[in-house]
Structure formats: structure tokens, C-alpha cells
């Protein structure tokens, strides 16, 4: 049983970039994994290998879905979202010109997700009081605050059971950077998700999370057991504590 | 001036709006919502003109019932050209010139079918809505302009509630907004447009059917609705169905008047008059987003 991602050596780019190279890393139940590293380094490349918007160029990527198995290498986006793994994407990628309710229940589009649809919508205003102020509002008049509330609200209605996150902390003030890596964990726990954080943000990422891995230049340079392995690591004060 | 005179160009403005409503619905979806500019709409309409015409002089068939018998294979026939537009010139971004180009193209072909089959002679439908009107004192209404201001108001309430209220439909305001979001939201936006699209040439072919029951109608005629279609759906505000009927009615008034009261060959410049006002008072419509 359970919800799980696993990645095996992963090669994939753009065209003629190539990007990562023998990735192998896996997400276990329940747990939350956090994918580390500075700009350019990848995470947003294998966040997008994961969900089906580009395609590698060798290697495995699997799924466990209430302990049934999946090849995700061979599925679209679109089924990879029906199958309960949704992307908190970079940029937010919100529909602008549709309103907070709209785009919410736009999130409830997979078929399993529409029958608990009224449920998750409360949920998402519950975890997220603003959203529920402005939901007649328009996305794209919202700040940016406002908009990743907005973004995670969504991908939280297509019911998942793993969520993947792209930089939660980009562009947010660094006092809601706080309150967001609290409220992933928050969330995580309420509804029993696995989680998998992309995120430069090294001090607030390790707070949250069980396990990480660090990328330099499209490779695994560390993969930690628990965050004080993270912390203790060379990579990690070269890349992050300006330590040589 | 005559209250009468003005009065009864008001009613007939109004009421030609709600055909123009049905007129434009589809360019609002293609154009609009979907980012296609199908400028052969209007060729298209004249073709469902003549279906009804077709179905209505061989078969004896009601113009709104030949207009529901072939709506669906027009459905069919829309997904299928959109299939193919997205397969040669959408899908490798080649879909503004040239898929223009392809549009204009298929007016033509639409067009010159129809002179080919039909010839260049008016052709006209019975039905027992035509010639009677409705009068009240001194205003009086023909039905064969207050049953097509009732359909084409209608149809556009239908598409209202399918876009509010199901999946596909919130999908359909979506799609062009980001393409790829739509996908991380489990949707497939070349389905989801493939479906707007088929809709879209659906209402061509009620339009075709109102068209014919409101006057005799002629191959060419198509080319007269392409100005006043694309002038609706952006002093509607592009994406708004409401915009849709209340710029048609506007621009159905605005015709109105200005053949009762300057002359009916101004009529056709008003649409462009208005898209040139529109566009510099208020470029985002009546009711844009
Ligand atoms: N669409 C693209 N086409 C070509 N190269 C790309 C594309 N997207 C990203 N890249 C390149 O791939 C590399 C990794 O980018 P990626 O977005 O995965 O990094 P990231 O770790 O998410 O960085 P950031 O923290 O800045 O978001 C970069 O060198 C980037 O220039
Ligand atoms: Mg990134």
C-alpha cells in the first residue's frame, strides 16, 4: 500500500540542452522529500519529467498509487494528473481572466475528482481564508501571495495523493515564505499527501522536510537521509553557507 | 419625428440584435475563446442557409427542425476541420498568417460550392411563422423576425449554461489562457478545443437556418456578416456571451436607425463604425475581462 515515486537514471533536456543526467531518486510514503538546489540546476526539469510535460531520454520513472504501480515515462500530463499526482507549477500558472473560483474548480477536472469537489473547495478555503474572501475575483488581479495560495488551492482539488511543488517560497515576502513551508506541512499532514518541494530556500526547506536531495548541474551531488545529513554535507555549505 | 417611426425601428433593431447574437456566438467561441480566426464563419453560415433551404423545399422540414437535424453533423464536421487545422498550422505555431490564409481560403471554397449547386437565384422557406405579424396598436412585429431573435437569444442562454456549468465548458474559457496549466488540471486542451469548435460551427448552422427565415438568400451574402460578426464579439468583449447579444442588439438598433433614418445603404457601414469606435474608446469591449 501506499503513494510513492521513484526515478532511475533519469537523462533528459531540451532538444540538443541536455539537462539531467542519471538522476536516481525516489519519494516514500507519507514522507517529504526536498529537492535542493540553486537556479538553472534542474529541479523545475524533473518536477517536468515527473508530470509528463517533457519526456526523457532514457531512464525509469515509476509511481505507486494506493500500492498499484505505474510507468509515468509513457503518460500524458493529463493522466499522470488523473492518476493523483499534482504539480504546484512554477510561476503558478494560474487561468488569469477566470476567477479564484473558477480556477478552483477547474482543479476538480479528473473524473475521480469531481464527485468530492464541494468538499476540497471548503478544505481550500478553510487552509486559505483569503481565497474564500476573494473568490469572485479575477487570478491575474491577485498578488503574488495571494496567487500561490491560489495555485496550491487547485492542485489540492484534483484530490491528490502526491504533490509535487515548484518553489513555493519565489517572490513571497520572507515572512509568508514561513507561514507557506508551515502550511505545506500542514496540509501534507491533514490530508495524508507525499510530498515532493523543489526549493532554493535551504534553511526554510530543511524544516519540513524528512528527506532531501541536492542537484548541481542536472545531478544527484547528495542525497540525504534526514535533514541533519543535509545540513552536515560539504555540497550544501559550498552551495548554500558560502562555506569553501 | 414620429414616436412611431422611431419606436418601430427600435423593436426591429432589437430584434434583428438577437439574430445577430446567434450570428456571432461563433465567432465569439473561435475567435474569442479559442483564438481561431475563422473568418469563413459567415461562408459556413450560408451553408447551413442552404441545408435548411435544401431540407426545407425536399423534405417539407420546418427550417428550426432542419436546423436541429443538422446541427450535430455540423458538430462533427467542426471537430473534424479543426483536427486538421490544428494537425497543419496550429500545432507547429503556424496559425496566424497562414492559418488565415486558410480561412480565407475556405470561404471562398465554401462559397463557390454553393454558387456551383444552388446558382446565383434568391432562394426562400415556408413556414408558417413567414408573412404573419404580431401587431400591437401601432407597432407590428413578423414573426419571421421574432422566432429567429427568440432562437438565436436561446441558443446563446444554452451555450451560456453549457460553458458555466459543465467540465468541458469551463475548460473551453480556459484553453487559450494557458494551454499547459490546462493540462496540469487533468484537461486535454486539444480536445477541449476541438469540442469548442465543433460548438462553434453547431450555432453556423442554426444562424444559416435563422438567415433564411428572416429573408430570400443568395451564395454571396455570407460576406455582408463578417464585418458585423467580428464587430460584435469585440465590442462584446471578445469572450463574453452576454457581450455577444447585448453588442448584437446594439449593432441591430444602430442598423436599424440608421436605415430608417439617414438611408439603407449607410447600413453596412455601421458595424465598422462601431468596431472603430469600440476599439478606441473601450479596445477590451462591453464586457471584458
Ligand atoms: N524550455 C527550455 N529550453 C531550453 N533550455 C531550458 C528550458 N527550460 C530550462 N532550460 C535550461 O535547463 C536548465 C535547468 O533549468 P530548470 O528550470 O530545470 O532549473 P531550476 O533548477 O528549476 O532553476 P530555478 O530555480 O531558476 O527555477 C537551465 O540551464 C535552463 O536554462
Ligand atoms: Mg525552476
Given at each position: 500500500?501506499?503513494?510513492?515515486?521513484?526515478?532511475?537514471?533519469?537523462?533528459?533536456?531540451?532538444?540538443?540542452?541536455?539537462?539531467?543526467?542519471?538522476?536516481?531518486?525516489?519519494?516514500?510514503?507519507?514522507?517529504?522529500?526536498?529537492?535542493?538546489?540553486?537556479?538553472?540546476?534542474?529541479?523545475?526539469?524533473?518536477?517536468?519529467?515527473?508530470?509528463?510535460?517533457?519526456?526523457?531520454?532514457?531512464?525509469?520513472?515509476?509511481?505507486?498509487?494506493?500500492?498499484?504501480?505505474?510507468?509515468?515515462?509513457?503518460?500524458?500530463?493529463?493522466?499522470?494528473?488523473?492518476?493523483?499526482?499534482?504539480?504546484?507549477?512554477?510561476?503558478?500558472?494560474?487561468f488569469?481572466k477566470l476567477?479564484?473560483?473558477?480556477?478552483?474548480?477547474?482543479?476538480?477536472?479528473?473524473?475521480?475528482?469531481?464527485?468530492?469537489?464541494?468538499?476540497?473547495?471548503?478544505?481550500?478555503?478553510?487552509?486559505?481564508?483569503?481565497?474564500?474572501?476573494?473568490?469572485?475575483?479575477?487570478?491575474?488581479?491577485?498578488?503574488?501571495?495571494?496567487?500561490?495560495?491560489?495555485?496550491?488551492?487547485?492542485?489540492?482539488?484534483?484530490?491528490?495523493?502526491?504533490?509535487?511543488?515548484?518553489?513555493?517560497?519565489?517572490?513571497?515576502?520572507?515572512?509568508?515564505?514561513?507561514?507557506?513551508?508551515?502550511?505545506?506541512?500542514?496540509?501534507?499532514?491533514?490530508?495524508?499527501?507525499?510530498?515532493?518541494?523543489?526549493?532554493?530556500?535551504?534553511?526554510?526547506?530543511?524544516?519540513?522536510?524528512?528527506?532531501?536531495?541536492?542537484?548541481?548541474?542536472?545531478?544527484?551531488?547528495?542525497?540525504?537521509?534526514?535533514?541533519?545529513?543535509?545540513?552536515?554535507?560539504?555540497?550544501?555549505?559550498?552551495?548554500?553557507?558560502?562555506?569553501? | 419625428?414620429?414616436?412611431?417611426?422611431?419606436?418601430?425601428?427600435?423593436?426591429?433593431?432589437?430584434?434583428?440584435?438577437?439574430?445577430?447574437?446567434?450570428?456571432?456566438v461563433g465567432i465569439t467561441i473561435a475567435f474569442g475563446m479559442l483564438d481561431i480566426?475563422n473568418?469563413?464563419?459567415?461562408?459556413?453560415?450560408?451553408?447551413?442557409?442552404?441545408?435548411?433551404?435544401?431540407?426545407?423545399?425536399?423534405?417539407?422540414?420546418?427550417?428550426?427542425?432542419?436546423?436541429?437535424?443538422?446541427?450535430?453533423?455540423?458538430?462533427?464536421?467542426?471537430?473534424?476541420?479543426?483536427?486538421?487545422?490544428?494537425?497543419?498550422?496550429?500545432?507547429?505555431?503556424?496559425?496566424?498568417?497562414?492559418?488565415?490564409?486558410?480561412?480565407?481560403?475556405?470561404?471562398?471554397?465554401?462559397?463557390?460550392?454553393?454558387?456551383?449547386?444552388?446558382?446565383?437565384?434568391?432562394?426562400?422557406?415556408?413556414?408558417?411563422?413567414?408573412?404573419?405579424?404580431?401587431?400591437?396598436?401601432?407597432?407590428?412585429?413578423?414573426?419571421?423576425?421574432?422566432?429567429?431573435?427568440?432562437?438565436?437569444?436561446?441558443?446563446?442562454?444554452?451555450i451560456?449554461?453549457?460553458l458555466?456549468?459543465?467540465?468541458?465548458g469551463r475548460a473551453i474559457l480556459a484553453v487559450s489562457q494557458?494551454?499547459?496549466?490546462?493540462?496540469?488540471?487533468?484537461?486535454?486542451?486539444?480536445?477541449i478545443k476541438?469540442a469548442a469548435f465543433?460548438l462553434s460551427?453547431?450555432?453556423?448552422?442554426?444562424?444559416?437556418?435563422?438567415?433564411?427565415?428572416?429573408?430570400?438568400?443568395?451564395?454571396?451574402?455570407?460576406?455582408?456578416?463578417?464585418?458585423?460578426?467580428?464587430?460584435?464579439c469585440?465590442?462584446?468583449g471578445m469572450t463574453s456571451l452576454?457581450?455577444t447579444?447585448?453588442?448584437?442588439?446594439?449593432?441591430?438598433?444602430?442598423?436599424?436607425?440608421?436605415?430608417?433614418?439617414?438611408?439603407?445603404?449607410?447600413?453596412?457601414?455601421?458595424?465598422?463604425?462601431?468596431?472603430?469606435?469600440?476599439?478606441?474608446?473601450?479596445?477590451?469591449?462591453?464586457?471584458?475581462r
Open positions: 500500500m501506499g503513494n510513492s515515486l521513484s526515478v532511475e537514471g533519469l537523462h533528459a533536456g531540451y532538444g540538443a540542452v541536455k539537462v539531467l543526467s542519471g538522476i536516481d531518486m525516489s519519494v516514500r510514503h507519507g514522507e517529504t522529500a526536498a529537492l535542493l538546489g540553486t537556479n538553472g540546476n534542474g529541479k523545475s526539469t524533473l518536477l517536468k519529467c515527473l508530470t509528463g510535460q517533457i519526456r526523457p531520454s532514457k531512464g525509469r520513472i515509476t509511481a505507486t498509487i494506493d500500492g498499484q504501480t505505474h510507468d509515468l515515462s509513457a503518460l500524458s500530463t493529463e493522466a499522470i494528473v488523473a492518476l493523483g499526482i499534482a504539480l504546484v507549477p512554477e510561476g503558478r500558472r494560474l488569469p476567477t479564484v473560483d473558477e480556477n478552483l474548480t477547474l482543479g476538480a477536472m479528473p473524473k475521480k475528482a469531481r464527485a468530492g469537489m464541494e468538499e476540497r473547495r471548503a478544505f481550500c478555503f478553510e487552509a486559505f481564508p483569503r481565497l474564500k474572501e476573494r473568490r469572485r475575483q479575477l487570478a491575474g488581479s491577485m498578488s503574488g501571495g495571494e496567487q500561490q495560495m491560489l495555485a496550491f488551492g487547485r492542485a489540492l482539488m484534483s484530490a491528490p495523493k502526491i504533490l509535487l511543488v515548484d518553489e513555493p517560497s519565489v517572490g513571497l515576502a520572507p515572512i509568508l515564505v514561513a507561514r507557506m513551508i508551515d502550511k505545506i506541512a500542514e496540509l501534507k499532514a491533514a490530508l495524508g499527501l507525499t510530498v515532493l518541494m523543489a526549493e532554493q530556500n535551504f534553511n526554510q526547506a530543511i524544516r519540513i522536510a524528512d528527506r532531501g536531495y541536492v542537484l548541481v548541474h542536472g545531478e544527484i551531488a547528495h542525497a540525504a537521509e534526514d535533514a541533519a545529513s543535509l545540513k552536515a554535507n560539504d555540497v550544501v555549505r559550498r552551495l548554500y553557507l558560502g562555506v569553501d | 419625428m414620429s414616436m412611431e417611426l422611431f419606436g418601430n425601428a427600435l423593436l426591429s433593431g432589437l430584434l434583428l440584435g438577437g439574430f445577430y447574437a446567434a450570428v456571432a480566426v473568418i469563413a464563419h459567415p461562408a459556413f453560415i450560408m451553408l447551413g442557409a442552404f441545408v435548411a433551404y435544401w431540407l426545407n423545399v425536399e423534405y417539407g422540414l420546418d427550417p428550426l427542425l432542419a436546423a436541429l437535424v443538422a446541427a450535430p453533423f455540423a458538430y462533427i464536421a467542426g471537430r473534424g476541420l479543426y483536427r486538421y487545422y490544428h494537425g497543419v498550422f496550429e500545432r507547429r505555431s503556424e496559425d496566424s498568417l497562414q492559418g488565415l490564409a486558410f480561412f480565407f481560403g475556405l470561404l471562398f471554397v465554401v462559397e463557390v460550392s454553393l454558387l456551383l449547386v444552388f446558382g446565383v437565384d434568391y432562394r426562400f422557406v415556408s413556414a408558417p411563422y413567414i408573412g404573419p405579424s404580431l401587431t400591437f396598436g401601432d407597432y407590428s412585429v413578423p414573426y419571421r423576425m421574432l422566432v429567429p431573435f427568440l432562437a438565436g437569444l436561446g441558443v446563446v442562454a444554452l451560456a449554461l453549457y458555466g456549468r459543465t467540465f468541458t494557458d494551454p499547459g496549466a490546462l493540462r496540469l488540471v487533468g484537461g486535454n486542451p486539444v480536445k476541438e465543433g460551427i453547431a450555432t453556423a448552422m442554426l444562424a444559416g437556418a435563422l438567415l433564411v427565415i428572416i429573408q430570400p438568400i443568395e451564395p454571396s451574402m455570407g460576406r455582408e456578416f463578417i464585418g458585423r460578426a467580428f464587430a460584435i469585440v465590442l462584446g452576454l457581450g447579444v447585448v453588442a448584437g442588439a446594439i449593432l441591430g438598433v444602430a442598423e436599424a436607425m440608421t436605415t430608417t433614418y439617414v438611408g439603407a445603404a449607410w447600413g453596412p457601414a455601421v458595424s465598422f463604425g462601431l468596431l472603430l469606435i469600440t476599439l478606441a474608446v473601450r479596445p477590451s469591449g462591453i464586457f471584458g
